[in-house]
T-cell receptor
Framework: LAKTTQPISMDSYEGQEVNITCSHN???????ITWYQQFPSQGPRFIIQ???TKVTNEVASLFIPADRKSSTLSLPRVSLSDTAVYYC????????????FGTGTQLKVEL | GAVVSQHPSRVICKSGTSVKIECRSL??????MFWYRQFPKKSLMLMAT?????????EQGVEKDKFLINHASLTLSTLTVTSAHPEDSSFYIC???????????????FGEGSRLTVL
């Protein structure tokens, strides 16, 4: 399982764009990159997933360089409600393979 | 998206008693579910992989006799904390992958979590 490294914490203000980078130097060919968001006392919630290049959905964008050794989650115009822990996971769960969580990044958004 | 539900969301028990936590996939069948444990301000720690119709696979350091897992049907997995002690107090979270999801992707759906407090 590929190990991931993220900043422990980040601070931002409402309306700003936030970019959280995750390093995963030993990512395998079959591995996908998935980001989850977790609020206190709740289960994690899926944000976005990608394999290479750029993926965008209604809440975020995910940038993955060609070597796939890192990825960046981009949250446009954050609000106070985006204050949460963001986890980067790397792996392949086809067939029920497990995913393990790293330390995550605590994002704090202020007014 | 797919829904995974846990029950109870909170439970308080006395030391020495056993507590059962249920995890259900509400709109899909899950042959595999995962149980995590999370201490305050810490990341999720995978405890075990629950397999329908067979024994669970436990992670290193997790006592299988302490944390009994049963996956008797395709929509239900249960975690029983036996003879609970205060150090077992934690946030327990289950997850499952919707087999109807895009092939070869890893999106997991998580339950709301169950907070166990052992007095």
């Amino acid at each position: 399982l590929a190990k991931t490294t993220q900043p422990i914490s980040m601070d931002s203000y409402e309306g700003q764009e936030v970019n959280i980078t995750c390093s995963h130097n030993n990512i395998a060919t079959n591995d996908y990159i998935t980001w989850y968001q977790q609020f206190p006392s709740q289960g994690p919630r899926f944000i976005i997933q990608g394999y290479k290049t750029k993926v965008t959905n209604e809440v975020a964008s995910l940038f993955i360089p060609a070597d796939r050794k890192s990825s960046t989650l981009s949250l446009p115009r954050v609000s106070l409600s985006d204050t949460a822990v963001y986890y980067c996971l790397v792996g392949f769960t086809g067939g029920g393979n497990k995913l393990t969580f790293g330390t995550g990044t605590q994002l704090k958004v202020e007014l | 998206g797919a829904v995974v539900s846990q029950h109870p969301s909170r439970v308080i028990c006395k030391s020495g008693t056993s507590v059962k936590i249920e995890c259900r996939s509400l709109d899909f069948q899950a042959t595999t579910m995962f149980w995590y444990r999370q201490f305050p301000k810490k990341s999720l720690m995978l405890m075990a992989t629950s397999n329908e119709g067979s024994k669970a696979t436990y992670e290193q350091g997790v006592e299988k006799d302490k944390f009994l897992i049963n996956h008797a049907s395709l929509t239900l997995s249960t975690l029983t904390v036996t003879s609970a002690h205060p150090e077992d107090s934690s946030f327990y979270i289950c997850s499952a992958r919707d087999p109807r999801a895009r092939v070869n992707t890893g999106e997991l759906f998580f339950g709301e979590g169950s907070r166990l407090t052992v007095l």
